[in-house]
Nanobody, 125 residues
Framework: VQLQASGGGLVQAGGSLRLSCAAS????????VGWFRQAPGKEREFVAA????????YYADSVKGHFTISRDNAKNTVYLQMNSLTSEDTAVYYC???????????????????WGQGTQVTVSS
Protein backbone atom coordinates (compact mmCIF):
# COMPACT_ATOMS: atom_id res chain seq x y z
CA VAL A 1 0.00 0.00 0.00
CA GLN A 2 1.41 3.36 -1.00
CA LEU A 3 -0.05 6.56 0.43
CA GLN A 4 0.36 10.07 -0.94
CA ALA A 5 -0.60 12.98 1.30
CA SER A 6 -1.22 16.37 -0.26
CA GLY A 7 -3.01 19.66 0.29
CA GLY A 8 -0.80 21.27 2.88
CA GLY A 9 0.37 24.84 2.69
CA LEU A 10 0.52 28.21 4.37
CA VAL A 11 -2.73 29.64 5.71
CA GLN A 12 -3.68 32.45 8.03
CA ALA A 13 -5.16 31.74 11.43
CA GLY A 14 -8.87 31.14 11.12
CA GLY A 15 -8.51 29.77 7.62
CA SER A 16 -9.13 26.32 6.20
CA LEU A 17 -7.29 23.61 4.34
CA ARG A 18 -8.30 20.22 3.01
CA LEU A 19 -5.73 17.46 3.04
CA SER A 20 -5.99 14.43 0.82
CA CYS A 21 -4.51 10.98 1.22
CA ALA A 22 -4.51 8.97 -1.99
CA ALA A 23 -3.84 5.25 -1.81
CA SER A 24 -2.47 3.04 -4.53
CA UNK A 25 -4.13 -0.23 -3.65
CA UNK A 26 -6.92 -2.23 -5.29
CA UNK A 27 -8.72 -2.98 -2.05
CA UNK A 28 -8.76 0.39 -0.33
CA UNK A 29 -11.94 -0.56 1.49
CA UNK A 30 -9.94 -3.17 3.42
CA UNK A 31 -8.11 -0.42 5.30
CA UNK A 32 -8.78 1.93 8.17
CA VAL A 33 -7.00 5.26 7.72
CA GLY A 34 -5.68 7.74 10.22
CA TRP A 35 -4.11 11.17 10.20
CA PHE A 36 -1.27 12.06 12.54
CA ARG A 37 0.81 15.18 12.88
CA GLN A 38 4.19 16.11 14.22
CA ALA A 39 5.30 19.61 15.12
CA PRO A 40 8.97 20.54 15.54
CA GLY A 41 10.30 19.28 18.84
CA LYS A 42 7.12 17.38 19.62
CA GLU A 43 6.06 13.79 19.40
CA ARG A 44 3.81 12.49 16.67
CA GLU A 45 0.20 12.79 17.74
CA PHE A 46 -3.09 11.35 16.61
CA VAL A 47 -5.45 13.70 14.80
CA ALA A 48 -8.31 11.70 13.32
CA ALA A 49 -9.19 8.28 11.93
CA UNK A 50 -11.89 6.71 9.83
CA UNK A 51 -12.99 3.10 9.57
CA UNK A 52 -12.82 1.12 6.33
CA UNK A 53 -16.43 1.87 5.45
CA UNK A 54 -16.46 5.45 6.66
CA UNK A 55 -19.12 4.50 9.16
CA UNK A 56 -17.00 5.36 12.19
CA UNK A 57 -14.78 8.36 12.79
CA TYR A 58 -12.50 9.28 15.66
CA TYR A 59 -10.91 12.58 16.64
CA ALA A 60 -8.36 13.91 19.05
CA ASP A 61 -9.97 16.23 21.58
CA SER A 62 -7.87 19.11 20.27
CA VAL A 63 -9.48 18.98 16.81
CA LYS A 64 -13.05 17.94 17.56
CA GLY A 65 -15.52 20.35 16.08
CA HIS A 66 -13.15 21.94 13.58
CA PHE A 67 -11.60 19.00 11.69
CA THR A 68 -13.63 16.48 9.68
CA ILE A 69 -12.33 13.22 8.24
CA SER A 70 -14.08 11.51 5.33
CA ARG A 71 -13.32 9.00 2.60
CA ASP A 72 -14.29 8.12 -0.92
CA ASN A 73 -13.46 4.46 -1.50
CA ALA A 74 -14.27 4.75 -5.20
CA LYS A 75 -11.43 7.28 -5.48
CA ASN A 76 -9.12 5.53 -3.00
CA THR A 77 -8.88 8.78 -1.08
CA VAL A 78 -9.31 10.00 2.47
CA TYR A 79 -9.80 13.68 3.25
CA LEU A 80 -9.14 15.83 6.28
CA GLN A 81 -11.06 19.09 6.22
CA MET A 82 -9.46 21.52 8.64
CA ASN A 83 -11.33 24.66 9.64
CA SER A 84 -10.64 27.47 12.11
CA LEU A 85 -6.94 26.73 12.00
CA THR A 86 -4.64 28.10 14.69
CA SER A 87 -0.89 28.20 15.10
CA GLU A 88 -1.23 25.11 17.29
CA ASP A 89 -2.16 23.17 14.15
CA THR A 90 1.17 23.87 12.47
CA ALA A 91 2.86 20.53 11.82
CA VAL A 92 3.71 17.94 9.23
CA TYR A 93 0.60 15.85 8.66
CA TYR A 94 0.87 12.17 7.83
CA CYS A 95 -1.75 9.72 6.72
CA UNK A 96 -1.47 6.08 7.63
CA UNK A 97 -3.38 2.91 6.92
CA UNK A 98 -3.91 -0.42 8.61
CA UNK A 99 -5.87 -3.51 7.72
CA UNK A 100 -9.46 -3.72 8.92
CA UNK A 101 -8.77 -7.31 9.90
CA UNK A 102 -6.33 -6.72 12.72
CA UNK A 103 -5.92 -4.61 15.81
CA UNK A 104 -8.36 -2.34 17.54
CA UNK A 105 -6.67 0.98 18.18
CA UNK A 106 -7.26 3.92 15.90
CA UNK A 107 -5.19 6.44 17.80
CA UNK A 108 -1.89 4.63 18.34
CA UNK A 109 0.62 5.39 15.63
CA UNK A 110 2.20 1.94 15.99
CA UNK A 111 -1.11 0.30 15.06
CA UNK A 112 -0.61 1.45 11.45
CA UNK A 113 1.43 -0.43 8.90
CA UNK A 114 1.62 2.00 5.99
CA TRP A 115 2.54 5.68 6.00
CA GLY A 116 2.53 8.51 3.53
CA GLN A 117 5.36 11.00 3.17
CA GLY A 118 3.72 13.88 5.03
CA THR A 119 2.51 17.31 4.01
CA GLN A 120 3.45 20.54 5.77
CA VAL A 121 0.71 22.72 7.24
CA THR A 122 1.78 26.13 8.48
CA VAL A 123 -0.69 28.49 10.15
CA SER A 124 0.41 32.09 10.48
CA SER A 125 -1.01 34.22 13.28
Amino acid sequence: VQLQASGGGLVQAGGSLRLSCAASVRTFSWYHVGWFRQAPGKEREFVAAISWSGGSTYYADSVKGHFTISRDNAKNTVYLQMNSLTSEDTAVYYCAARSRYGGSSYSRWDAYDYWGQGTQVTVSS
